[in-house]
């Protein structure tokens, strides 16, 4: 038994390799898209946290200027001096700071000045020595450091600057209130107004409620935010770029697409892997229906052959004396030359076919006396006892046509009926269509499957099947007759009539379209 070697090669090696590779190329790029993608989001990450860095330095650095200014002014030998020598000067040292308080260690308060009214001073003292003051842990400071408290109380955010300092061996502290709302209206503003144009910013709260600026909850993660490291540190800073939600959509889709791409690559290689195995299996399919092709046409020569030797060889040794033996004899011989030479006909057409050398003689003509023709020509080699009869529906019209295709065609649908009807009557039956003649031949055999009503027309192919064992054939009668209907305008078919056999039809189209009365419409 061969083993097809190339088959398995390809079912057992190639192809699980050439999954495994599109697996992995899949993978690989996708990942690849990937890493793209976070590589563009951390480019504009790191350049908004840059900016986000500087502008939060820049706020700190603001405050921390303004207290060492305020403080400067503020000497505990003299205590009342700064309340005269800083209103002139807060406009240019610091804008933002609204109160300036000065307390022993006790925390009673030794001066204070605000850039407000009487009744606002008063709240504001009050407000520092009932609920600010518990809050700075005033004894646990060290000497000399700045420090800062950033708290809500009743409802308003206060950022509180103070540092503990030494007098005549006593504890003195200076304490500055900034002005929150000022840093709001007017430092907030002015500090992105050079990147309004390409970045959209806002300051949130420890509750992530808004302080200032617009909403960027749709910026997804392209949000960057950092918060103030000592002073307002109950705030946070927040920036991502106005194309936000357009980059965060973008990288939706630019995902799905990538995806998409890669399994439509992955589906393609696996269409051309199945497009590989289909034609693989369809060679191999092909590769045997032509060994029984050569097998069968080996076995039709050989039959024929054989029968015209022996009876040749008997008239030739003069053995047969009976002159109605020798009659039968020369009519057996005739009858086997004729298959053989139809035999051999099939196999030249279908060769020329193959090579798509096919040509048509076409002419214009009658197709009743065509089929008249091809029926009292197969008539006489019917076997005794079968019957062969011809009906024409509705005039025919004249078509163009090559008469000796269509000899050929019919010659193969009778003989196809006659091997396998097994002598039931065959009817021959010309039609008038529309457009179309139609020419059909029928058996009263077995008839064909339905499954295989298409089938019957492929090359090589014979039906397998009861009824049909032991019949001679070559696979190639039926394929001529769809290529010649199919070279005059028609096509072939087969179908399973009532009252069983099978009828095997094919059309000619008509030279023009001829009116007809309803009969002829019918059929």
């Known amino acids: 038994m061969r083993v097809d070697w190339s088959g398995r090669f390809i079912y057992l090696v190639l192809v699980p390799a050439v999954l495994v590779a ?46 060492e200014a305020v403080f ?56 520092l020595t009932e609920q600010i003051l518990p809050d700075l842990a005033l004894h646990e400071a060290p000497i000399g450091q700045l420090r800062h408290l950033h708290r809500t109380y009743g409802e308003l955010s206060y950022l509180v600057s103070y ?38 910013w806002n300051v949130v709260d420890e509750e992530n409620h808004l302080v200032y600026g617009p909403s960027l909850a749709r910026a997804g993660d392209y949000l960057v935010g950092r918060t103030f490291p000592t002073t307002f540190y109950g705030w946070r800073i927040q920036v991502a770029p106005k194309a936000a939600p357009a980059l965060r959509a973008g990288t939706e889709t630019r995902q799905y697409t990538e995806a998409a791409l890669i399994a439509l690559s992955l589906l393609v290689m696996l269409l ?74 099939n196999v030249l057409d279908f060769s020329a076919i193959e090579r798509g050398k096919e040509a048509y003689d076409f002419r214009e ?34 078509a163009r046509f090559d008469e000796q295709a269509l000899l050929l065609a019919l010659l193969n649908l009778i003989d196809n009926a006659a091997k396998y009807g097994g002598g039931t ?39 397998r099947s009861k009824g049909h064992d032991g019949v001679r054939g070559s696979g190639i009668g039926l394929a001529l007759v769809k290529r010649i209907a199919e070279a005059h305008g028609g096509r072939a078919w087969a179908e399973s009539p009532e009252g069983g056999g099978a009828q095997v039809s094919f059309s000619v189209r008509c030279l023009a379209d001829v009116p007809q009365g309803p009969a002829q419409q019918a059929a």
């Open 272 to 345: 051309g892997v199945g497009a590989l195995l289909y034609g693989a299996a369809k060679e191999s399919r092909l590769n045997a229906l032509r060994s029984e092709f050569i097998a069968n046409v080996s076995h039709e020569l050989k039959t024929p052959l054989s029968v015209v030797r022996m009876f040749s060889e008997m008239l030739l040794t003069e053995r047969v004396r009976d002159d109605k033996k020798k009659r039968q004899y020369l009519e057996t011989i005739l009858r086997e030359s004729e298959r053989l030479s139809a035999l051999i006909e």
């Open 72 to 127: 400067q002014l503020m000497d505990p030998a003299q205590p009342e001096a700064f309340e005269e020598a800083w209103p002139p000067l807060a406009e240019r040292l610091s804008p933002s700071v609204r109160a300036l308080v000065m307390l022993d260690d006790g925390g009673n308060v030794i001066a204070d000045r605000c850039r407000c009214t009487d009744e606002e001073r008063e709240d504001f003292v009050k407000t």
């Open 365 to 398: 003509g009658d197709l009743t006396d065509v089929v008249a023709r091809a029926v009292d020509t197969y008539r006489s080699r019917l076997e005794a006892g079968s019957t062969i009869k011809l009906e024409t529906i509705g005039v025919i019209p004249p």
């Open 22 to 67: 599109a697996g992995v190329l899949g993978y690989y790029s996708l990942e690849a898209a990937r890493n793209l993608t976070r590589i563009s989001e951390q480019s504009v990450l790191s350049t908004t946290l840059l900016l986000v860095d500087e502008k939060v330095d820049r706020i700190e650095q603001m405050v921390i200027h303004e207290d």
């Open 163 to 200: 540092r503990a300092v030494r007098h005549d061996g006593r504890r003195v502290y200076m304490v500055a209130h900034h002005d929150t709302g000022y840093v709001v209206r007017t430092v907030f503003p002015d500090i992105f107004v050079n990147e309004e144009r390409e970045r959209r």
């Open 425 to 463: 009557p065959i009817d021959v039956t010309i039609e008038r269509g529309r457009r179309h003649v139609y020419l059909r031949v029928r058996d009263h055999g077995p008839g064909i499957p339905h499954e295989h009503h298409r089938r019957v027309f492929e090359r090589f192919f014979r039906v």
